[in-house]
């Protein structure tokens, strides 16, 4: 008998039990969710604007940034053009020897000519300048190396060669520009032709002059 009711009362008792459990589970369930960061999606077009501004942007650097040349806005102060286009669009007969001083020398020799005392020697009230245009010439096709004295100053420096980036035009161009225009300077101008000809006689060169060389010339 005791056993038939023990039976009969297990269902019951685990019914409780369940019950109870479910409750319980039926509670949590109703507790407010942990909170937690969500990215949320923006919409389509948002993403393609910034894609597209992007490009744009890019394409627009790339076309009016100037080769980020640290003289590329002498271009512009002297031509009136857009910066850093002045050399590429200049046709040959108007090479400006400005614009080529601007972004070819002025980095050492600084844009008013007079150097930087004790490494770059100035080019105004310089006698390798305003004297002989053949030394000149030579100086930048070939560069200049070892002990040199400018106004009263010695140097021992190294000026890279220009021949294989200038052409006669533009070396006559700068040329001429330092010798006729920068700071007090009032020397002739320089002809191609000369720096045609310095180029012709001295094409089997590959090292700088020294002042020495150049002395002997
Ligand atoms: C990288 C720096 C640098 C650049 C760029 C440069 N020079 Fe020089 N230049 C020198 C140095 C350094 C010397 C001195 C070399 C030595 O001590 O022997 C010099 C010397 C000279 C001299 C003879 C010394 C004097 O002051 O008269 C002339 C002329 C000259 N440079 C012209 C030019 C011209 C023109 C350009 C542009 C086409 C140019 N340089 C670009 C560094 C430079």
Known sequence: ???????????????KNEVSTLA?????????????????????????????????????????MGRLDTAAHIGFLHEGGKPGQAQESAPAATV?????????????HQANGQGVPGAFP????????????????NIILHGLQGEIEVAGQTYNGIMPPWASQLGDEEVAAVASYIRSELGDNKADKVDAALVKKVREQTKDRQTPWTADELEAL
Request: hydrophobic share 40%; glycine share 8%; proline share 6%.
């Open 24 to 64: 319980l589970h039926d509670d949590a369930m109703h507790e407010t969710a942990e909170p937690f960061e969500d990215t949320i999606k923006g919409p389509v077009w948002f993403y393609l604007f910034v894609v597209l501004s992007m490009v744009v942007g890019a394409f627009y650097l790339g076309r009016h």
């Open 122 to 137: 100035p080019l105004v009230g310089a006698k390798y300048v305003l004297e002989s245009p053949e030394v000149l010439v």
């Open 96 to 108: 400006s020897g400005a614009s080529i001083f601007g972004s070819r020398c002025a980095t050492c």
């Open 1 to 15: 008998m005791i056993d038939e009711n023990r039976r009969h009362d297990h269902p019951i008792q685990s019914e």
